[in-house]
């Protein structure tokens, strides 16, 4: 069955430290996203991507890159990690088109101390 | 820009039915989803409405007002497995994209 793995589940780094957070995804989605899930906020939008080298900036991208090297995975480095970072991270894929849902991946849960 | 507001939590019974609210505004408009979040897991989806009206999906149902800017998710026959987040989400006009409220968090009480 198509599926989308985030890994790891759950890092704990340093504050200036640089991380990277996986996303692959089988079902040969063009569409991926990356979201941060906290508390009293609800899921906000980093980084979307529509295809192979296409990424674009969501509503809180400060901090965070993301590469598109091919359709399978969207990798989510955070530059220079920060407290304010410490958050849960989704990634998810979807086809194209607007009416298509999101497929979500489990989620990495991320502390920075 | 989009808004998105839901209750923030609700109390219901097993077996009651329960409806969450949502209210949005949006530039423009290209259906509202629904998603369900149990407690350390990811979303999933449940519902997709773009046209006014009530969609039924078994023991779930979503309903759109275009007009109004408003749509409920109604869910009969509770089972404690519905103790869950329910996020409200609207797709931007140019992609596939979502904007979240954020959530309404549904506890089913025996």
């Known amino acids: 069955d198509a599926e989308i793995t985030q890994s790891p589940r759950h890092k704990i780094t340093e504050t200036g430290r640089q991380v990277t957070l996986a996303c692959h995804q089988t079902?040969?989605?063009?569409?991926m996203f990356w979201y941060r899930q906290d508390l009293g906020h609800g899921l906000r939008l980093i980084h979307y991507?529509?295809?192979?080298?296409?990424?674009n900036k969501g509503e809180v991208s400060d901090g965070y890159s993301v590469s598109r090297s091919n359709t399978e995975d969207l990798p989510l480095t955070l530059e220079s990690a920060a407290s304010s970072q410490t958050s849960v991270y989704f990634c998810?894929?979807?086809?194209?088109?607007?009416?298509?849902?999101?497929?979500f991946g489990n989620g990495t849960r991320l502390t920075v101390t | 820009g989009q808004n998105i507001d839901q209750p923030t939590e609700m109390t219901a019974t097993e077996g009651a039915i329960v409806q969450i609210n949502c209210t949005y505004q949006?530039?423009?408009?290209?259906?509202l989803f629904w998603y369900q979040q149990h407690a350390g897991e990811a979303p999933t989806f449940l519902s997709y409405?773009?046209?006014?009206g009530l969609e039924e999906k078994g023991r779930f149902s979503s309903f759109l007002s275009r007009s109004k800017g408003y749509s409920y998710l109604l869910l009969k026959e509770l089972q404690m497995k519905d103790s869950a987040s329910y996020l409200c989400?609207?797709?931007?006009?140019?992609?596939?994209?979502?904007?979240f409220g954020d959530g309404t968090t549904l506890t089913v009480k025996p």
């Open positions: 998810a894929s979807s086809v194209s088109g607007d009416n298509s849902p999101l497929h």
């Open positions: 079902w040969n989605h063009n569409n």
């Open positions: 991507s529509y295809g192979v080298h296409d990424t």
């Open positions: 949006t530039s423009g408009f290209n259906g």
């Open positions: 409405n773009v046209l006014d």
């Open positions: 989400a609207v797709p931007n006009t140019n992609a596939g994209k979502s904007t």
